[in-house]
């Protein structure tokens, strides 16, 4: 078994040579988290994206897909909380270049001071063994009381000071506790600024506050600023769903771990509007249902955990996330939230549009509740890929590097390959190619031997290798080989539609 942190490495470069994922403007060295997407990783993107919508959207009878700008109205996130709400205070050392969070090294300096103070009650406990009265020396020890006393009077200053806005006085803050930068070692430190997570640019050509906009950095409000418009238009009856995927933006302060954490990344979310009271019953079922979802794919049960919040967001009355054993471990991959009514009615009153449903089994207006299910197709992305990327040892003694994705997610459904170049045998896999193309993505190759060709195709995970030989020209058979066993089969070229889609429809999949 590869050792994860090799995993990790051994899928980036799988994943950049064989035209997956590469660095966003590799040429000029990259750009920190950010990636793109090549030739075979945009289709394994487009079929986990058709995956989601087919199975949310088009096999849910009530819930529709929209595709929002990714430009919003700025009063949308003064609404949501985000303008607000979605900053961390920051500074940067000079001298190491590195960027932190101020309040991150201030909480730090104090876990060193609590530390010191339980160094101070582990001694005296040893000391003065079972005489020792943990409470009273706590309380009269003047070693404790002094560090005591520093640790509520930072907590204070830092209080107030990020309360009041003062970077100044955080900035002091720091200066005074002497806090050094842990890859110089120097205190050459910058202003403290107060950082936005979203990305903000100016609409038109006038600059200033007024025209200041935003990048989105969740998908979620422009379902949530169209509630009533597909609802009146699309005559949808509560309890229904409205469905997006696309970009997101955040400027992420730590950003790494390939493409688990980007600053633009895209997801697929979920809102789904129902009856107050009727909210947990949903949750539970979005739960469960986004489970199955990703349990269907076949890459393994133990790959999933559930994760339910016992700490909420302040809109939430329930939340809990569905993680994934990465190659780093178990993290998040989609998120279930109950978020009650608070958005629509945020956009009530920012708007003053009433966002309301009128039930005519309760003969009542109300603002719906939200379940929402929301998941990151990048990380979804990792997630495939880690599962299905392995080394084979194979029973000759060679190894192989098999990708064993899912078929239908597969970027080549099949590869069509002529056994030489010559014989009229080219020809006829083309002709074959010609053919087999309006139902699956193909792929022909004729350069290399056999065996290094059906490695190629291992390696990119196509599930299926058709070889034409000699034999194909006088009774119209070809042998397919099967990825994942590696056995071949000779079948007529007239039945090789019905196996292939056997494999790979995603009806298969979609009602599994
Ligand atoms: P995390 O705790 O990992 O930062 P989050 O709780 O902020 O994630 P949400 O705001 O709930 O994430 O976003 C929903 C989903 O969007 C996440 O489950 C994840 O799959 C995806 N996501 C969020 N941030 C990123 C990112 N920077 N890069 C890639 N995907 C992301």
Not at 49 to 60: A, C, G, I, L, R
Request: glycine letters at 4%; aromatic letters at 10%; one cysteine or more.
């Amino acid at each position: 078994m590869e050792q994860k942190e090799d995993l990790l490495k051994d899928i980036i470069s799988h994943a950049k040579e064989y035209g997956f994922v590469f660095p966003s403007s590799d040429i000029y060295d990259g750009l920190a988290a950010t990636y793109d997407y090549g030739q075979l990783g945009s289709e394994l993107k487009n079929n986990i994206k058709q995956y989601w919508w087919k199975s949310m959207v088009q096999m849910n009878e009530n819930i529709v897909g929209i595709d929002a700008a990714i430009f919003m109205h700025p009063t949308t996130w003064k609404a949501s909380g985000h303008v607000d709400a979605f900053n961390d205070p920051l500074i940067d050392n000079k001298d190491s270049k590195k960027r932190y969070r101020a309040d991150v090294l201030i909480e730090e300096h104090m876990e060193k001071i609590r530390q010191k103070i339980n160094k101070e009650v582990e001694k005296a406990s040893k000391k003065f063994a079972e005489a020792f009265d943990e409470a009273q020396f706590r309380a009269t020890n003047p070693n404790v009381l002094r560090n005591a006393e520093k640790i509520k009077e930072i907590e204070d200053r830092m209080r107030t000071t990020l309360e009041n806005n003062d970077l100044e006085g955080v900035k002091t803050l720091i200066e005074d506790l002497e806090i050094v930068c842990p890859i110089s070692g120097s205190r050459n430190w910058t202003e403290v600024r107060q950082f936005n997570l979203m990305f903000s640019t100016e609409l038109g050509s006038v600059a200033g506050d007024a025209s200041t906009i935003y990048l989105r950095p969740e998908t979620a409000q422009g379902i949530f600023v169209n509630f009533l418009n597909v609802q009146k238009s699309g005559r949808m009856k509560i309890p229904f769903g409205i469905a997006q995927i696309g970009k997101a933006f955040r400027n992420e302060i730590v950003a790494r771990q390939f493409i688990f954490r980007m600053r633009e990344f895209e997801q697929m979310e979920m809102q789904f509007f129902v009856r107050p009271g009727d909210e947990m019953k949903w949750y539970n079922h979005w739960k469960a249902a986004r489970l199955a979802w990703h349990k269907a794919l076949g890459l393994g049960d133990k790959y999933y955990r559930e994760h339910d919040h016992i700490k909420l967001a302040h809109y939430a009355n329930a939340a809990s996330d569905i993680e994934f054993d990465f190659p780093m471990g178990f993290k998040e991959l989609e998120g279930i939230h109950s978020r009650t009514d608070f958005d629509l009615k945020q956009h009530e009153q920012f708007s003053g549009k009433k966002l309301q449903y009128f039930d005519p089994e309760l003969n009542q207006n109300y603002v719906p509740y939200v379940v929402e299910t929301s998941v990151g197709l990048d990380r979804m992305f990792l997630a495939v890929m880690s599962a299905s990327f392995k080394n084979e040892k194979l029973e000759d003694g060679s190894e192989r590097a098999v990708l064993s994705l899912p078929a239908q997610l597969a970027p080549y459904k099949v590869a069509i390959m002529p056994l030489t170049k010559k014989d009229g045998l080219p020809e006829k896999a083309t002709e074959i190619l010609n053919d087999l193309r309006f139902d699956f993505n193909c792929q022909y190759d004729e350069k290399d031997s056999p065996g290094k060709r059906y490695r190629r195709q291992d390696a990119i995970g196509t599930p299926y290798c058709v070889m034409v030989d000699h034999q194909t020209l006088e009774d119209n058979t070809v042998t397919i080989r099967d990825r994942d066993t590696m056995l071949q089969e000779r079948v007529a070229i007239s039945e090789l539609r019905a196996k292939i889609d056997e494999k790979v429809s995603w009806r298969n999949l979609l009602s599994k």
